[in-house]
């Protein structure tokens, strides 16, 4: 029988005081536990004897509450706020404006090496989930110089920074910027397609005179869909969705979008010749790769269809993949010996595209990625009393298996923590390191995560580990979810095994795992994603309900949506920037665990 138990039977409150009662008095048998170096089970005889558990018990609560208000109050909360402050720095107006110097007495333009001179020249268009925000950027720093513009956004963001009064995301009323708004679900759609056309129609009409300012971010790839004339809008998605649900990274589902479509791998700068090309790119991939992010628009790549067709057979959809598209990846693999006259490109004997002089004119510029979002947080996480560790920029994976990752990852500072406290040499803690070098954590990160707690020890401080990539997800259920939000179930699954489990009572202090997509929407649901802790699972064991069905079923959303009042989703709506997906682990430090023991 658990200490939970134990204490379930002890308690004479109501079920739900008995909930709250027995989660503090856990921690408080963990105190007298280590403090008279007993086994918790006999700590519960001591705690019989002290304390006469009603009157005492609220008191030692109201006692420890007030001190509490020095320490971390609520872990959940502070990831929340770590979360949605990164959220805030990766705004696009601060990236577009730090990379346009523009000179209004001799209206001459400056990126980075290159300058331009502006004579009611200007021409943008754009794509992705962060473009309205990045075009009311360029509108106020190129102003009366644009002549015209589209970008294509997701279908809301409008009306979200309308209600929100978000001005910094608002283009000017006389804007000559049109927005199309569209891709529902993240999916491509006729109204995507549509702004994908009016894009094509704005970029062929330049001239050599005019510059063209793209602006591309993440969902890019579906804003602007450009199926050639063999494949049809619902064949794309369809290959596409077969993707994005069976395991395929989106650097698989980009290869073979930049090898079907017309606007891609560079095919939107190669439409847009002779006009001088500046990219201005907000990256939301691993790694920032120019030629993948929004399936790289403008950047010229060399066709690689051989290697979209072992994508689809590797993820094994090649038999489930539409006809038509397979039908074209072997027609253009069987040419691929030919010189890609198309896109204007050919290659060194590195591989590395040598771009003609006809590319001379382009210039691909990445304004912002994840490393400002973990940096943000990080900042938010010191100011706010914490010992912050940037662990990786470089998160992949598996959703579930992230998530327990990271929830083993807490425990396994926790064991630090108990180990510096008592100097004891801890073989468990050898055994989890190995289990976190088998479950994707390299060794030197662990070291430094153990370096820190060191250190977070010895300032008397809890720790905050960011990660920030993008995992993905098998679905094979029925039910709702997203990524972030199965990361958070599979984190909180792994908590209960571990606190729940007799043998790991010595583990059983505060610790919480966030996991959120910064665009703000998480999978098909209208939430940034979830957070997860001690609290939730003992809710969700209290009302029966369970945690491995819901995972089973791919239904995360309905799982978060309800237990807890729902109160363990993170939302933020529609946030108009999109970094990729953040991971916030935090652990409290054994000394300021919740009840104080005198
Ligand atoms: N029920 C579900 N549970 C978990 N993940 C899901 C579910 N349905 C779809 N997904 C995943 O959600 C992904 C799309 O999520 P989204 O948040 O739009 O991704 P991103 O913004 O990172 O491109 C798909 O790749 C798919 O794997
Ligand atoms: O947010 C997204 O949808 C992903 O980051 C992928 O976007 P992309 O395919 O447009 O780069």
Known sequence: MSIVQHLRMLSPFSVSGARFISTHAVHLMQQIARRKNVLPYCAVGIFKRNVSYSRSLWYETSVVEDTERQAHANLKSDAEKMFKYSIKSVHPQQMIEGVLHFNRATSVLRVQQETYHLHRNVFVVGMGKAVLGMAKAVEDVLGD??????????????????????????????????????????????????ASKAILSLVNKLTEKDLLVVLCSGGGSTLCPSPPPAISLQELLTVTRLLAWNGATVQDMNTIRKNLEILKGGGLALQARPAKVVSLILSSIIGDPIDLIASGPTYPTQPTPSHCLEILQRLNLLSRTPESVRRYLEREAKQQNRTTQDKQVTMSNNGTPQVREIWKGLQNIVVGNNSI??????????????????????????????????????????????????????????????????????????????????????LNKDICVIASGETVVHVEGTGTGGKNQE?????????????????????ETDMC??????????????????????????????????????LANNDSNTFFSTVNEGQNLVWTNITGTNVMDMVILLVRKPSDRKFKWN
């Open 145 to 194: 110089h644009i002549v015209t513009g589209i970008i294509s956004i997701p279908r809301g963001l409008q009306e979200e920074m309308i209600h929100t009064n978000n001005r910094e995301m608002m283009l000017s009323p006389n804007t000559k910027i049109l927005v199309y708004e569209g891709a529902d679900n993240n999916e491509v759609d006729e109204a995507s397609h549509n």
């Open 373 to 458: 979002a973990c940096e943000a947080a990080a900042e938010k996480a010191a100011q706010m009393g914490y010992r912050p560790v940037i662990l990786t920029k470089f998160l992949v994976g598996e959703a579930r298996e992230v998530g327990k990752l990271y929830a083993r990852l807490g425990e396994y500072i926790m064991m630090c923590f108990d180990r510096k406290a008592s100097q004891q040499p801890n073989t468990e803690l050898t055994q989890l390191e190995l289990e976190l070098v088998a479950g994707g954590l390299r060794k030197q990160s662990i070291n430094h995560i153990a370096d820190e707690v060191d250190t977070a020890h010895n």
């Open 513 to 550: 795992v966030l996991s959120c997509d910064s665009d703000g929407y998480d999978g098909q649901s209208p939430v940034a994603g979830a957070v997860v802790d001690q609290d939730l699972v003992d809710r969700t064991l209290e009302s029966g309900l369970s945690m491995e069905a819901y």
């Open 487 to 507: 990361t958070a179930l599979a984190a909180a699954i792994q908590m209960k095994e571990a606190f729940r489990g007799e043998e790991c009572f010595q583990s």
